[in-house]
T-cell receptor, first 111, second 112 residues
Framework: KQEVTQIPAALSVPEGENLVLNCSFTDSAIYNLQWFRQDPGKGLTSLLL?????REQTSGRLNASLDKSSGRSTLYIAASQPGDSATYLCAGYSGTYKYIFGTGTRLKVLA | DGGITQSPKYLFRKEGQNVTLSCEQN?????MYWYRQDPGQGLRLIYYSQIVNDFQKGDIAEGYSVSREKKESFPLTVTSAQKNPTAFYLC???????????FGQGTRLTVV
């Protein structure tokens, strides 16, 4: 059974820092992994989707990587800004229309 | 603008009452999903639908029901059999199982 873990649960950094969020999954038979952002009381916004055949995806200041063999994905945020403050969730898709979500990393970027 | 619309944003339910949460998408997606989010827990799948007139139970379907009569719509009914319904409910859609999933803005349900 696929399990997804995100560490740390919370992170606080000063503005301008480059940072890495981690996502670990137990089942390497993963078809894709998706990163989301969630603001308080809001829905999820898709950031990046990495297919199992890909190693990384980039969008603006965001870069996500996927290493199936080690069961890890990372989300790299360059030059963090206060507007990046949110909860970041990763979700692995292993088939049968089920995305397995981690519990998220709550990020606070201090001005 | 294409997207997923959930309504209402806030919903209050009395004990023993059934309530229905609306989810509409104009992305022309075949697959739709309902998730429940509780503080400190990951999203949990309630029901999903791969195609019109078909739906499957997720991990926590007890006390919930759905219908998929139109491609665009996937309403969720929280029945009186759901003993702990207070939560944030999220609807999502995708072209298929291996593609990017998109979410609505959620409905917060509170039992009063």
């Amino acid at each position: 059974k696929q399990e997804v873990t995100q560490i740390p649960a919370a992170l606080s950094v000063p503005e301008g820092e480059n940072l890495v969020l981690n996502c670990s999954f137990t089942d390497s038979a993963i078809y894709n992994l998706q990163w989301f952002r969630q603001d308080p009381g809001k829905g999820l916004t898709s950031l990046l989707l990495i297919q199992s055949s890909q190693r990384e995806q980039t969008s603006g200041r965001l870069n996500a990587s996927l290493d199936k063999s080690s069961g890890r994905s990372t989300l790299y945020i360059a030059a963090s800004q206060p507007g990046d403050s949110a909860t970041y969730l990763c979700a692995g898709y292993s088939g049968t229309y089920k995305y397995i979500f981690g519990t998220g990393t709550r990020l606070k970027v201090l001005a | 603008d294409g997207g997923i619309t959930q309504s209402p944003k806030y919903l209050f339910r009395k004990e023993g009452q059934n309530v229905t949460l609306s989810c509409e998408q104009n992305l022309n997606h075949d697959a739709m999903y309902w998730y429940r989010q509780d503080p400190g827990q990951g999203l949990r799948l309630i029901y999903y639908s791969q195609i019109v007139n078909d739906f499957q139970k997720g991990d926590i379907a007890e006390g919930y029901s759905v219908s998929r009569e139109k491609k665009e719509s996937f309403p969720l009914t929280v029945t009186s059999a759901q003993k702990n319904p207070t939560a944030f409910y999220l609807c999502a859609s995708s072209h298929g199982g291996r593609t990017e999933a998109f979410f609505g803005q959620g409905t917060r349900l509170t039992v009063v």
